[in-house]
Nanobody, 120 residues
């Protein structure tokens, strides 16, 4: 069984910064692409950023230049550094990872989410 656990969310003022973390645990054989999604109240879940095992990254236009995704393969962890936060960044942020375990091939796993609130 695989678990993804996010941390680092909270309340921050506009213009501030937060760093989200997501750690994968369980019978992991390999972790391929990892990603962060977010879902604001009343809206669909949207892709924020992705990172491959080789550290190639992609970002939603709305966060380019402000957010940075990174990963530590030794720790099975992905991070999202969020700077210059805006009220429209308020959402629940979810971690996603494509993981192969000892018992089954690649599968997309989700964390339970961490709430980020940007407000003065």
């Amino acid at each position: 069984q695989v678990q993804l656990v996010e941390s680092g969310g909270g309340l921050v003022q506009p213009g501030g910064s937060l760093r989200l973390s997501c750690a994968a645990s369980g019978s992991i054989f390999s972790i391929n692409a990892m990603a962060w999604y977010r879902q604001a109240p009343g809206k669909l879940r949207e892709l924020v950023a992705t990172i491959t095992r080789g550290d190639s990254t992609n970002y939603a236009d709305s966060v380019k230049g402000r957010f940075t995704i990174s990963r530590d393969n030794a720790k099975n962890t992905v991070y999202l550094q969020m700077n210059s936060l805006k009220p429209e960044d308020t959402a629940v942020y979810y971690c996603n990872a494509n993981i192969a375990t000892t018992f089954q091939p690649r599968y997309n796993y989700w964390g339970k989410g961490t709430l980020v609130t940007v407000s003065s």
